[in-house]
T-cell receptor
Framework: SQELEQSPQSLIVQEGKNLTINCTSS?????LYWYKQKYGEGLIFLMM?????EEKSHEKITAKLDEKKQQSSLHITASQPSHAGIYLC??????????FGTGTSLTVIP | ETGVTQTPRHLVMGMTNKKSLKCEQH?????MYWYKQSAKKPLELMFV???????ENNSVPSRFSPECPNSSHLFLHLHTLQPEDSALYLC???????????????FGSGTRLTVV
């Protein structure tokens, strides 16, 4: 099975600060998805990366997939309270299986 | 609204009760999923339906019984649950059984289940 390790497990930052969340796999990532989950709710799709070295941005959130396609990072610039929640990475393998990471809980203090 | 609707949002049930969770999607997706999310654990895939046929059952206890009457609706029937079954149950759908696609899975808001 494929395991996705996220770090840190939790993060508390002051509003306006930048932060980075990592997602690491021991196997090649064939499609890396980032989701955000507000506490007690469903997951909202953020971005999907497929190619090594790929980088995508949406508003103040940037996601990157490394060249080896085994690690992805999610970077938030000038964090706001609206960024608070749980961030999950997910990835598929060469079959139909899809795995989720352990999640990173983000708190942004106004 | 993501296009996947789950009801109820919250459910408290005794261990001898029978209840059902409902999921509905009008995205034209052909695959639907039940996930369990417990505190500090990765999302656990429970069941997968593709074109109304169950294609995956990940060693889920028989007290959980899924039903997919058509491609838009998915149910999870609950019977004689245990307190450790308390969790957030998430429904998801995707265009096809393959995970590949621009947005992967579309999730509902979940049902917070508490077993007392």
């Amino acid at each position: 099975s494929q395991e996705l390790e996220q770090s840190p497990q939790s993060l508390i930052v002051q509003e306006g600060k930048n932060l980075t969340i990592n997602c690491t796999s021991s196997k090649t990532l064939y499609g890396l998805y980032w989701y955000k989950q507000k506490y007690g709710e469903g997951l909202i799709f953020l971005m999907m990366l497929q190619k090594g070295g790929e980088e995508k941005s949406h508003e103040k959130i940037t996601a990157k997939l490394d060249e080896k396609k085994q690690q992805s990072s999610l970077h938030i610039t000038a964090s706001q309270p609206s960024h608070a929640g749980i961030y999950l990475c997910g990835a598929g393998n060469t079959g139909n299986q899809f795995y989720f990471g352990t999640g990173t809980s983000l708190t942004v203090i106004p | 609204e993501t296009g996947v609707t789950q009801t109820p949002r919250h459910l408290v049930m005794g261990m001898t009760n029978k209840k059902s969770l409902k999921c509905e999607q009008h995205l034209g997706h052909n695959a639907m999923y039940w996930y369990k999310q417990s505190a500090k654990k990765p999302l656990e895939l429970m069941f997968v339906y593709s074109l109304e046929e169950r294609v995956e059952n990940n060693s889920v206890p028989s007290r959980f019984s899924p039903e997919c009457p058509n491609s838009s609706h998915l149910f999870l029937h609950l019977h004689t649950l245990q307190p450790e079954d308390s969790a957030l149950y998430l429904c998801a759908s995707s265009q096809s059984r393959s995970w590949q696609g621009s947005s992967g899975y579309t999730f509902g808001s979940g049902t917070r289940l508490t077993v007392v």
